[in-house]
């Protein structure tokens, strides 16, 4: 098996174990803005804690972020290497294009294997008990987008 093959494997069994912790119904409404390809508001109520954000990040039931990603986590091993390294992304983007990246980031790259953590519509052959249901909650976005931001 080549490499990409297993690598892209590896994402796809990431990506279905994500699917299946999805989360609360998606409620929160947001606008893209093609300007800077973002999302200026949040999508919740109250500001996003950077602490709940790694732990998000890292938990393999959530964010999943070290499936793809290598992270300043020193003490979670096995890294992910098939997507760019989050180191500098708070100095890269903003976190309202951080957060259009996390909520969708097929609206930016269609053919990228991240999944859109906060869609929960237009799927094929979603199990009912998934149906209608983001993996992550707006507040769990909000919590990652603050955490991400600290990566400068």
Partial sequence: MTTVRRASLIATLACSLLAMTA??????????????????????????????????????????????HTLPIPEQPFHGRIAPPLMGVGARYSPAQL??????????????????YYKSDGFHRTMKKFA?????????????????????
């Fill in 23 to 68: 989360s609360a119904t998606q409620s929160a409404k947001f606008t893209v803005d093609k300007s800077d390809y973002s999302i200026k508001e949040s999508l919740t109520d109250q500001a996003g804690d950077p602490v709940k954000g790694r732990e998000v990040a890292i938990d393999r039931k959530k964010g999943n972020c070290l499936a793809c």
């Fill in 99 to 116: 957060r259009l990246r996390v909520v969708n980031p097929k609206m930016l790259n269609p053919n990228t294997i991240m999944p859109s």
């Fill in 132 to 152: 209608g249901k983001s993996i992550l909650s707006a507040q769990e976005v909000e919590d990652i987008i603050a955490y991400l931001s600290t990566l400068k």
